[in-house]
């Protein structure tokens, strides 16, 4: 019997993503959707501007859309709830969400550096779950909040995993070349984006730069010790639809070759036996001098692999390389869903 799941933020870019990834999943069965009071009483197809790739999927599209409350009817029998809310929202609801017994997977920043709440990539750093049973206790709720990184965040820290646990990190610098997605549909003016760059994204530096050490930390004594390296971070928005590429420069602490860096990346796939749905191959090294490209790559894995290329020495770093990852699927929803795909194979 699936498990049935709601999505909070339904009709926004990212709740849309959720709508394609839930709509014939094989553990969760899609049975609320939750959006502003505007949107609320409205059939799905009516509530929302779609702009995805692919029509509504038949079976959601004349859902009705109702208000984003725990207590409401709709949401009796939901067990876990994607949150696509923005943060100022999801500050809001995701703890009624969570008192109300719902186990909250959320793609918005708000509780992610909280001390007690798990911010997770399942091949990363799947341990960190075990925050769940502290956060219960210390806040004196049912359910919980379990939260996923930023979507540049998450493309560079699967890519640096492998290579810290072989090599150990010394210093990491990051540019990024970000997708216009990532702000949403009505983030970037087309005027602002068109033949040009923007070489700015609101605390998404910061973002990078804290949630990356949380996330390759040690959980200990019911703590996360952040992992003990520099890394920086410059954020540009692109005119790219989807995908975000980054620039990645690594000095490791025992020196690394190009080759072994590669290996170990390649090598690189930890959940490889729990037959998750919505898992793929985390990391696909590309041998083609151009690339990943966003418009030919980000659609590798279904969405959900970080293709690398362009693995060399470098004369600072020891090595440099290119990512990329589809924003909206493997840097937001698909992480959501993949979260909770883990959590229902490990603890339910």
């Not at 933020?9 to 069965?29: I, N, Y």
């Not at 290119?322 to 490990?346: D, P, Q």
Request: net charge negative; proline share 5%; charged share 30%.
């Amino acid at each position: 019997m699936k498990i049935k799941v709601g999505v909070l933020g339904a009709t926004g870019s990212v709740g849309q993503r959720f709508v394609q990834l839930l709509a014939d999943h094989p553990m969760f069965e899609l049975t609320a959707l939750a959006a502003s009071e505007r949107s609320a009483g409205k059939k799905y197809k009516d509530a929302c501007y779609w702009f995805q790739d692919r029509d509504i999927p038949e079976n959601i599209k004349d859902m009705v859309v109702i208000p984003t409350d725990p207590k409401h009817e709709a949401f009796e029998d939901v067990d876990i709830v994607f949150s696509a809310l923005p943060s100022d929202l999801a500050k809001k609801f995701e703890p009624e969400f969570a008192k109300e017994g719902k186990l909250v997977f959320s793609n918005a920043s708000a509780y992610r550096m909280e001390e007690d709440v798990p911010l997770v990539i399942p091949e990363v750093n799947a341990d960190h779950l075990e925050l769940i049973e502290i956060q219960r206790e210390k806040r004196g709720w049912d359910g919980a909040i379990i939260t996923n990184p930023n979507c540049s965040t998450i493309c560079a820290v699967i890519t640096l995993k492998p290579i810290m646990d072989k090599f150990g990190l010394d210093s990491v610098i990051i540019t990024t070349l970000q997708a216009v997605s990532g702000a949403g549909y009505n983030g970037v003016p087309s005027m602002a984006i068109l033949d040009n760059l923007i070489p700015y994204i609101k605390n998404e530096e910061e973002k990078m730069q804290t949630e990356s050490l949380k996330l390759l930390g040690t959980l200990k004594d019911g703590k996360v010790e952040f992992a003990n390296f520099k890394l920086s971070a410059s954020c540009n928005r692109v005119a790219v639809i989807d995908g975000h590429t980054e620039s990645i420069f690594v000095k490791t602490k025992e020196g690394a070759e190009p080759e072994e860096i590669k290996e170990v990346m390649d090598k690189f796939d930890p959940l490889k036996d729990l037959n998750l749905p919505t898992y793929a191959k985390p990391i696909v090294i590309r041998e083609e001098i151009d690339r990943p490209q966003p418009r030919l790559d980000r659609n590798e894995g279904n969405g959900m692999s970080i293709v690398v290329g362009r693995i060399r020495k470098d004369p600072i770093f020891d090595v440099k390389y290119t990512a990329l990852e589809h924003n909206t699927i493997r840097g937001a929803a698909g992480a959501s869903i993949l979260n909770a795909e883990y959590f229902v194979k490990k603890y339910l």
